[in-house]
């Protein structure tokens, strides 16, 4: 799976019961294929704790292309880590999601939302291929 493929992806999640939304921003950059996998694999991760853990009526995608990155911003309206709802912001999954951001030098942001809920923020450089 690539970026191409997060469209369906929240489309799934929305059959699954949880309306989500997908936004994006700027022109559409051709990614080497690792980065495309694993921006897709942080959306799909992200987007699986909501389902799981967060209690959430409602998620948002967006993706955001600049120049030279990839934001990628998921965010739910449920519990968060610190309001008793048990997620561990060191679960596995969000393991795998700081190990695929560092694999390609980026950053990941994971918080509570101040007005309730939890975000995750990963931004992922970009080599524009030719």
Request: neutral net charge; hydrophobic residues 40%.
């Amino acid at each position: 799976p690539t970026l191409d493929d997060v469209r369906a992806l929240v489309a799934r999640v929305g059959q699954s019961g949880l309306p989500t939304t997908l936004v994006v921003h700027g022109p559409l950059l051709v990614v080497p294929p690792g980065i495309g996998l694993a921006a897709y694999r942080i959306v799909q991760e992200a987007l699986t704790n909501c389902l799981r853990h967060a209690r959430a009526t409602s998620a948002s995608v967006v993706v955001t292309y600049l120049p030279d990155q990839i934001e990628i911003v998921v965010s739910d309206n449920g519990r968060g880590a610190e309001n008793g709802s048990g997620v561990s912001v060191t679960g596995s999954g969000l393991v795998g999601m700081r190990e695929r951001v560092a694999t390609y030098g980026g950053d990941l942001m994971i918080e509570d939302r101040p007005d309730g809920g939890f975000r995750i923020r990963a931004i992922l450089p970009v080599t524009v291929a030719a």
